[in-house]
C-alpha cells in the first residue's frame, strides 16, 4: 500500500488503480483519433463508433477491468453518466483524495450534466490537485495539475465498495430459517394411505357408484324384498313367513277337492249339487278361489231331523245368536 508525504495512506482500491494507470503514463493515441482503449471498449459493447471517440473515460474503464475493480468504479464512455452513477450510488463528494475520480466542467458549471472531463485524483496538494489523465492535449494521457474551480464533484470507489459490502451483510443476515430434518421421517403407519390422494380418489369413485345403483333401481321401480320381514300380528300357521304385501300382489294357487257323493236323510238330497248348466271354464279372482277352497273344505252337517227347512231355519253349523238367560 502506498503512503504519501504528510502521512497519507491510500485504501487498496485508489492503490491498486493508481499502479494500475501509471503503467500508461505516455501513451499517444494513434491516426484518427484511435487508441487501444477505444478498440477494447468498443469490442466490449459491440459499437464500433467507440473506436475513434473521446477516450477520457474509456481509459478509466480499461484499467478498472485490468484491476477487477470494474463494479466499484464504474466502466462508462460518457462522462455525464458515470458521474450521475456515483450520486446513484451515494458516493459522490466535494473534497478531493487520492485514488478519487475528479469531474471537470471547463465551462464552471456545478451540474453533473455538464461534464466534459475526468481523471484520476493522485495527490493533493493545498488548493491544487495533482491527476492523472487521459486524452489531455489532445492526444497524451499524462499528469496534470489543476485548480479545483473547474471541478464539478468527486466520485468515490471506496464509497462504492464499502455499500456494496454492507449490502451483502445485511442479505446474508436475512437467509430464511431452515428448519431442522425431522427424525421421525422414517416412521410410517398403514393408516397413513387413508389420507393420500389415491385414497380420496377410491373413494369417491365408490361413493358416486353406490348412489347410481340406487337411483337407478328407483327410476325402474325395483322394490327389494326380504323375506325375513313378518308383518307385526302374522299368526305362525297360515300367511306366516310372507310379507304384508303378499295378499295383493302374489298369486294363489287353490286345490279344490270334490265334492262327496249326495245321500239321503230323511228323504231329502243332502251335499247334492244343484242342477244347472255346468261352470265354464275360464279366469277367476283370487277372491273367488279362496271362498270356493273354504267351502269345500266346510265339513258337512247333516240336515235336521224334522225336516225343517226354509229362510227361519238356522243350520248347526252356524253360530246362534247369543240369548241372555233369564
Known amino acids: ?4 508525504r504528510g502521512g497519507v495512506t491510500l485504501d487498496p482500491i485508489a492503490d491498486a488503480l493508481l499502479k494500475q494507470v501509471r503503467q500508461e503514463l505516455g501513451y499517444k493515441e494513434k ?15 459491440q459499437d464500433t463508433q467507440y473506436r475513434n471517440a473521446p477516450w477520457c473515460d474509456m481509459f478509466i474503464a480499461w484499467a ?16 455525464p453518466s458515470h458521474a450521475a452513477w456515483f450520486i446513484k450510488q451515494k458516493a459522490w463528494a466535494q473534497r478531493p483524495e487520492p485514488g478519487a475520480l475528479v469531474f471537470f466542467d471547463w465551462g464552471g458549471g456545478k451540474s453533473y450534466k455538464g461534464v466534459d472531463h475526468v481523471g484520476i485524483v493522485e495527490r493533493v496538494e493545498g488548493k491544487k490537485i495533482h491527476t492523472i489523465e487521459a486524452n489531455v492535449d489532445r492526444v497524451w494521457l499524462k499528469r496534470k495539475v489543476r485548480d479545483t474551480d473547474k471541478v464539478v464533484g468527486y466520485g468515490l470507489p471506496r464509497v462504492v465498495k464499502a ?49 347410481s345403483l340406487r337411483v337407478t333401481g328407483r327410476r ?23 310379507t304384508r304385501d303378499d295378499e295383493d300382489w302374489a298369486p294363489r294357487v287353490t286345490v279344490l ?31 273367488a278361489l279362496r271362498s270356493r277352497a273354504v267351502r269345500a273344505a266346510a265339513p258337512e252337517v247333516p240336515a235336521p231331523r224334522d225336516g ?19
Open 31 to 45: 491516426s484518427g483519433q484511435s487508441t487501444k482503449f477505444g478498440q477494447w471498449y468498443a469490442d466490449r459493447v
Open 163 to 211: 455499500a456494496a459490502d454492507q449490502a451483502t451483510e445485511i442479505r446474508s443476515t436475512e437467509r430464511p430459517f431452515v428448519p431442522a430434518p425431522r427424525t421421525d421421517a422414517g416412521r410410517s403407519s398403514p393408516l397413513d394411505v387413508l389420507g393420500t390422494p389415491p385414497a380420496l380418489l377410491v373413494a369417491m369413485v365408490l361413493v358416486t357408484v353406490v348412489l
Open 308 to 326: 225343517r227347512t226354509g229362510a227361519g231355519h238356522v243350520p248347526a253349523n252356524r253360530r246362534r245368536p247369543y240369548t241372555p238367560k233369564s
Open 220 to 242: 325402474r321401480g325395483v322394490h327389494r324384498r326380504f323375506g325375513w320381514l313378518r308383518f307385526w300380528n302374522a299368526p305362525e300357521g297360515r300367511g306366516a313367513g310372507r
Open 257 to 287: 277337492t270334490p265334492a262327496p257323493p249326495p245321500r239321503e236323510a230323511g228323504g231329502i238330497r243332502v251335499g247334492a249339487a244343484p242342477a244347472g248348466p255346468p261352470a265354464q271354464a275360464g279366469p277367476s279372482s283370487s277372491a
Open 64 to 79: 478498472a477491468d485490468k484491476t477487477g475493480l470494474g463494479p466499484y468504479v464504474g466502466q462508462f464512455a460518457w462522462t
Open 1 to 4: 500500500m502506498s503512503v504519501f
